[in-house]
């Protein structure tokens, strides 16, 4: 009786009868037999490898989803269908090459299973050896062949790829060989140590403390000295390597943080290390004694007055928000009710450009008491910008966000939403140096604008909208609306 992996083989071979690779007209079976052959050096799973052999059976051949997973079970097709691009009818390859790349980089960032970053190193790593042995025959002729002629666009894709199977399988050959590859081709695009021996620590989490939640990761408390912060499982190496850069450039311009001292693998995510001896967030201290939530609001009044008096130059790497704002504004609107988008886009460019510096994720949970002094984390979302986009942070965290559900801000918080309430209130009242109402609330209304818009933007990324969602989003328009009639500058 035949394996799982010989019935692949013969399946394969024929589909891919009479079918021959791009480049030299080389039958086609040799490339998945290829994909198998590198899988069976990271792994025995029968299932896995038999992906391997069949997985450009949908892209390539009259073979279905449907037929693979009848004969072969539901994982294998699900394996398959990870490496599948969704297909276009009747436009160009070319035309939608980006737009397929980046739908199917979504599916391997969010797989749970192993197989499938196993399976996309390994097809990787084949159309690689074939690049790369063209390209030194070639030259830059190689670009014109593919489908994508621009050779930075194909260094994106595969520089992705491995950024994000780094974690799992850095310590494979085949990961070794690919950043090699891709070296050999764009020099450069890795660390050569990235082609060596590498271990990250393993560290658990299990037991420890949570801290703070962030938008790109939860801080936990390790030990009586150290802190970890665990990256979402979206984020690269990449993505924690330029926080750390990101950390050391603030804290060299003269802003109160933590610098990490070494990445590690929490599990199947990344981690940073940071020591923090004796110290708890602000929201852990507004948490045991809300009765000095004051006490609380004016150190980060005075922490954002540190932050924002830092003057940045271009040389310092920091982005501005100025992008950011103005994306959240497209994401809000997809095409509809452009009258009000280009209203919310005039609005916007009202802000004062200025280099001065804004944390970005600014609110109590990422900021540590160490000595009674404050300590900023998560400093991924520094940049160079206007306090109003500072505020507006704070105002979504402690009101907007929980103004349809209290509890939203009271798990975020860890203290009562009537609490998170006055801490806003008296955070604004130490910022801006007031406590006249008129002021108060002609601030709070042109961040409120930059809030609805992010509220709107949070329904719109998820996968399907209900009903309800539906109704949010225009109750939330109408607000943006009624504001963009009332403000002619979000400058204060």
Not at 170 to 193: M, Q, R, Y
Not at 228 to 242: G, L, P, Q, S
Not at 310 to 334: I, K, N
Request: aromatic share 8%.
């Amino acid at each position: 009786m035949m394996n799982m992996l010989e019935e692949a083989i013969i399946n394969a071979t024929v589909l891919y009868q009479g079918k021959v690779r791009k480049f030299k007209s080389v039958p086609y079976i040799l490339h998945p037999m290829e994909v198998a052959q590198i899988l069976a050096t990271m792994t025995d799973d029968q299932e896995i490898i038999s992906a391997g052999i069949l997985h450009d059976i949908v892209e390539d051949t009259d073979g279905t989803l449907g037929e693979i997973e009848n004969r072969f079970g539901k994982r294998v097709a699900m394996l398959v269908s990870s490496e599948s691009e969704n297909d276009y009818p009747g436009e160009d390859p070319r035309d939608t090459w980006k737009r397929r790349k980046e739908e199917s980089l979504k599916v391997l960032k969010n797989s749970e299973d192993i197989g499938v970053q196993m399976l996309w190193l390994a097809d990787k790593l084949a159309n690689m050896r074939s690049l790369a042995r063209i390209y030194s025959e070639s030259g830059d002729k190689l670009w014109s062949m593919l489908h994508e002629s621009d050779p930075d666009e194909q260094r994106w894709y595969y520089k992705s790829v491995a950024e994000i199977v780094e974690l799992q399988l850095n310590k494979t050959g085949a990961f070794k060989e690919l950043i090699k590859h891709i070296n050999s081709i764009w020099p450069g695009t890795f660390d050569t140590e990235k082609s060596k021996y590498k271990k990250y620590r393993e560290v658990s989490i299990d037991g420890c403390k949570l801290l703070g939640r962030g938008a790109k990761g939860d801080v936990y408390r390790y030990d009586d000295e150290l802190v970890i912060k665990v990256f979402n499982r979206n984020n690269t190496y990449r993505d924690v390597e330029r926080e750390i850069a990101l950390s050391r450039k603030a804290f060299i311009l003269g802003i109160p943080t933590e610098i990490s001292f070494g990445i590690v693998s929490v599990g199947k995510q990344y981690g940073a290390m940071f020591e923090l001896v004796d110290a708890d967030t602000v929201s852990a201290c507004i948490e045991k004694d809300p009765g000095r939530v004051d006490d609380y609001a004016k150190i980060m009044a005075d922490l954002a007055h540190v932050i924002h008096d830092v003057e940045a130059s271009e040389e310092d790497g920091f982005p501005s928000v100025m992008g950011t704002l103005h994306a959240r504004v497209s994401d809000c609107f997809v095409g509809e009710h452009s009258d009000l988008e280009e209203k919310c886009h005039a609005l916007i460019s009202t802000i004062p450009v200025t280099n001065h510096l804004v944390h970005g994720d600014f609110h109590s949970g990422n900021v540590f008491l160490h000595g009674g002094e404050p300590i900023l984390i998560d400093m991924d979302r520094v940049a160079m910008g206007h306090p109003i986009v500072e505020i507006s942070d704070l105002l979504y965290f402690y009101e907007i966000l929980g103004i349809d559900e209290p509890k939203v801000v009271e798990d975020f918080m860890g203290f009562s939403y009537e609490t998170a309430n006055r801490f806003f209130r008296f955070f604004l009242e130490d910022y801006l140096g007031t406590k006249d109402e008129e002021r108060l609330n002609e601030v709070k209304e042109k961040a409120s604008l930059l809030c609805y818009l992010r509220l709107i933007r949070k329904i719109r990324k998820q996968k399907t909208l209900s009903e309800q969602d539906q109704q949010d989003i225009e109750r939330y328009l109408e607000k943006i609306r009624e504001l963009t009639e009332k403000l002619d500058t979000l400058a204060y």
